[in-house]
């Protein structure tokens, strides 16, 4: 694959982590060698998409049949944009195994899942002990299949078995800062991630930092600009080293750079409202039951413990530098962000 042009198929340009990679792979030293194909549902994104040197298909994943005809025309496939699309990834097998059956080689499909379907049911009132190390497929293994995320990864996993592809999956944690780059620059790409924000959301709306029980749970962070260098590495990694990258069930890589309890968030939340005069308290509540149900749908995940530890992506050369306080120091310019809006 070193001199050819390569097929990649992108999904999730216009995204928060979907955009962050896919300027990287504009600016990429081999970009010229790079055919990237993006699905992409708005035109006028498509359009300014189209102008950076990105060939586009208005579309949606939705769109099955679209998927796999793409998919089969692909040696190499970057999904970024629905962690839980098990139709639009199941389509992409089917596609990427014509491909096998042409060419005689397994395209490279790259996932994105996320450290979610580490969690458990904490409800915000107590911390774990169960840490999981992206280079012990055993203990990932032993995930149960009705984890969030779970169905679509053993989809990925199974496959590689098959033969027809190999399949890297890139499980983010709580990823966070606003992405800074050409995509969101251009209005292509959205520059917020979802927890934190949502958080902060909630939050302004009840008028007083909230959490999820007493906040006692724990979940890794990594910043936005770090998730993106992995998804460089790693790809980097399959292009020089193809045997020497782990793929199929030793194909998970987790992006953590740090760790906090949700407390620490919410309290930081609180802090950034004094300062702006939002509310008067520096401590966050408790959400009550109509809250969770209003703000999270019902969903008690932000009181999850989800611990990891990404040995298998530093294996890649990854080396991320950020540390919990810069996850905090974030969360005003997040703040200052939404309470304009
Ligand atoms: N952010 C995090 O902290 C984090 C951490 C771990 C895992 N994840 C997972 O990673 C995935 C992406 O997250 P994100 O933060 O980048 O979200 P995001 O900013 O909302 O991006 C989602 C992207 O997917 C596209 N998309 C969704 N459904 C589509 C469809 N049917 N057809 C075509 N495009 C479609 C969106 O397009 P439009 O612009 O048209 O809406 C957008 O480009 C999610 O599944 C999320 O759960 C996120």
């Known amino acids: 694959m070193s001199s050819a042009k390569i097929n990649i198929l992108f999904?999730?340009?216009?995204?928060?982590?979907?955009?962050?990679?896919?300027?990287?792979?504009?600016?990429?030293?081999?970009?010229?060698?790079?055919?990237?194909?993006?699905?992409?549902?708005?035109?006028?994104?498509?359009?300014?998409?189209?102008?950076?040197?990105?060939?586009?298909?208005?579309?949606?994943?939705?769109?099955?049949?679209?998927?796999?005809?793409?998919?089969?025309?692909?040696?190499?496939?970057?999904?970024?944009?629905?962690?839980?699309?098990?139709?639009?990834?199941?389509?992409?097998?089917?596609?990427?195994?014509?491909?096998?059956?042409?060419?005689?080689?397994?395209?490279?499909?790259?996932?994105?899942?996320?450290?979610?379907?580490?969690?458990?049911?904490?409800?915000?009132?107590?911390?774990?002990?169960?840490?999981?190390?992206?280079?012990?497929?055993?203990?990932?293994?032993?995930?149960?299949?009705?984890?969030?995320?779970?169905?679509?990864?053993?989809?990925?996993?199974?496959?590689?078995?098959?033969?027809?592809?190999?399949?890297?999956?890139?499980?983010?944690?709580?990823?966070?800062?606003?992405?800074?780059?050409?995509?969101?620059?251009?209005?292509?790409?959205?520059?917020?991630?979802?927890?934190i924000p949502s958080l902060i959301k909630a939050s302004l709306s009840r008028g007083e930092a909230g959490m999820v029980g007493k906040g006692l749970n724990i979940w890794p962070n990594v910043n936005i600009e770090e998730v993106a260098d992995l998804y460089i590495y790693l790809f980097n990694a399959i292009r020089a080293k193809p045997d020497a990258v782990g793929h199929g069930r030793e194909g998970f890589y987790f992006g953590e750079s740090g760790e906090h309890t949700l407390y620490q968030i919410s309290k930081r939340i609180a802090e950034v409202f004094v300062a702006l005069g939002i509310s008067k308290s520096d401590e966050p509540t408790t959400f009550t039951k109509e809250e969770i149900d209003k703000y999270f749908e019902g969903s008690n995940y932000l009181g999850s413990n989800s611990r990891c530890r990404g040995i298998r992506s530093r294996s890649l050369g990854w080396k991320p530098s950020k540390t919990t306080q810069d996850m905090l120091d974030s969360i005003r310019p997040e703040v200052d962000a939404f309470s304009k809006e």
């Open 11 to 195: 999904t999730g340009a216009t995204g928060y982590i979907g955009g962050s990679v896919l300027a990287r792979l504009i600016d990429h030293p081999d970009f010229p060698t790079f055919n990237i194909i993006a699905i992409v549902r708005s035109p006028e994104r498509a359009e300014k998409l189209q102008k950076l040197g990105v060939g586009v298909v208005v579309g949606s994943h939705s769109d099955e049949a679209l998927v796999e005809k793409l998919a089969r025309n692909s040696d190499v496939v970057i999904a970024t944009a629905n962690a839980d699309d098990f139709e639009a990834v199941t389509a992409t097998l089917r596609g990427l195994k014509k491909r096998f059956e042409e060419t005689k080689v397994a395209p490279i499909f790259i996932h994105t899942s996320g450290t979610g379907v580490l969690t458990d049911d904490a409800k915000g009132l107590h911390p774990t002990d169960t840490i999981y190390d992206d280079s012990n497929p055993d203990q990932i293994e032993a995930l149960a299949p009705t984890q969030i995320h779970r169905n679509v990864d053993l989809e990925l996993v199974n496959a590689d078995k098959a033969g027809y592809v190999k399949t890297y999956i890139v499980l983010p944690s709580t990823i966070y800062g606003i992405a800074r780059n050409k995509l969101v620059n251009l209005g292509i790409a959205n520059s917020h991630s979802i927890q």
